[in-house]
């Protein structure tokens, strides 16, 4: 069975504090993305890669960073947490091509920042 | 650019009800994907069916079909015999080149099913 891991599902950090959010993928799949969800907003594209220590900026990409040393694993980082960025985040994957319903989805991790 | 919309912020049916959840799109790519995705409250995304540009027909999947009226730039999620699971929020999505193949997302409709 595919799967798609967030390492935590809930998270409460302070202003400032430095927070990373990890992906695991057991598919071997090349791309990898973190979206933000919020209310009214949908899903947003904060970073992808598309293979090991490459990336891309997607729509929201201020105030993230991400890393991808290992094809199975893509981090988000928050540098400097801000209240702002209280949020759902979602992780996925896909093969390339991309094609179909051939995207996978982590459940997702809740963050706050207070 | 690639835009797509959801105009219903949320929506009630009664259960065994058939429900039309709208989306609209918006893309200049003559090859695209369009998606529906359920979000229970638990948070995980599931996949519930798709449509490439070049179909010819429908796309259904189960309880779940879309209609997709390629002139108007609409592919409407229709739930038939809604049942109380199906309770959740609704995203629409597309690729297309124009985006770099990645998924570009509605804000969502939460649908609400009534007993």
């Known amino acids: 069975d595919v799967k798609v891991t967030q390492s935590s599902r809930y998270l409460v950090k302070r202003t400032g504090e430095k927070v990373f959010l990890e992906c695991v993928q057991d598919?071997?799949?090349?791309?990898m993305f973190w979206y933000r969800q919020d209310p009214g907003l949908g899903l947003r594209l904060i970073y992808f890669?598309?293979?090991?220590?490459?990336?891309e900026k997607g729509d929201i990409p201020e105030g993230y960073s991400v890393s991808r040393e290992k094809k199975e694993r893509f981090s988000l980082i928050l540098e400097s947490a801000s209240t702002n960025q209280t949020s759902m985040y979602l992780c996925?994957?896909?093969?390339?091509?991309?094609?179909?319903?051939?995207?996978?989805f982590g459940e997702g991790s809740w963050l706050t920042v207070v | 650019a690639q835009k797509i919309t959801q105009t219903q912020p949320g929506m009630f049916v009664q259960e065994k009800e058939a429900v039309t959840l709208d989306c609209t799109y918006d893309?200049?790519?003559?090859?695209?994907?369009l998606f529906w995705y359920k979000q229970p409250s638990s948070g995980e995304m599931i996949f519930l069916i798709y449509q490439g540009s070049y179909d010819q027909q429908n796309a259904t999947e189960g309880r779940y079909s879309l209609n997709f009226q390629k002139a108007r730039k609409s592919a409407n999620l229709v739930i038939s015999a809604s049942q109380l699971g199906d309770s959740a929020m609704y995203f629409c999505?597309?690729?297309?080149?124009?985006?770099?193949?990645?998924?570009?997302f509605g804000a969502g409709t939460i649908l609400r099913v009534k007993s």
């Open positions: 893309t200049s790519d003559p090859s695209y994907g």
């Open positions: 996925a994957s896909n093969d390339r091509p991309f094609s179909g319903n051939t995207i996978y």
């Open positions: 598919m071997d799949h090349e791309n």
């Open positions: 890669s598309y293979d090991v220590k490459m990336k």
């Open positions: 999505a597309m690729r297309g080149m124009e985006y770099g193949n990645k998924l570009v």
